[in-house]
């Protein structure tokens, strides 16, 4: 009897012990992807300031994209820390940008901006860098119609779903 108990415990015990194998393997497979902050320039014209809600807007495009490809299993995003924000390719040099990235230990570094043509036209730019090959490996213009939060939240769902589609772990 007291056997007969100690089986399921033991299987418990098994299946417990290989689920955590299965997560440690799982977090291994994933690339270290550092995303930096996006640049924004607004040369529509448009009478109204709206730089307020552009830097929110930025803020939650750029997080959707950390939270969707963390998400995916293939990246784990890490934070980049810069000495003085924006932690962007606007607003630093290339080598201090990369060095950052490399520093929070990095394997890819993702960074872009949105460029705000028109009252209802916005464009969209994302490079990817491979931190070891110094190689730009992801390459993407997009374009979005309307500056509302819909609009940004559809944008960054498309870049993220692109980047996460063109599986840039799997890159050498």
Known sequence: MKR???????????????????????????????????????????????????????????????????????YQVVPLDCPQP????????????????????????????IHKMSTLIQFGKAQVVDLTTDQVVFDRTISFRGDNEQAWTRAGQFLAEDLIAENLSARP
């Open 4 to 74: 007969a108990r100690r089986v399921p415990a033991l299987l418990g015990i098994a299946a417990l012990s290989f689920s955590c194998g299965s997560a440690s393997m799982a977090a291994a497979d994933e690339v270290a992807l550092a995303v930096a902050d996006f640049d924004y320039v607004d040369s529509s014209g448009e009478v109204r300031n709206q730089s307020t809600e552009h830097a929110g807007r930025l803020q939650d495009f750029a997080r959707l994209i950390r939270d969707e490809l963390s998400a995916s299993g293939k």
């Open 86 to 113: 924006p932690c962007s390719a606007g607003a630093m040099d290339a080598e201090s940008l990369t060095e950052a990235a490399r520093q929070s230990g990095a394997r890819l570094l993702l960074y872009g901006g």
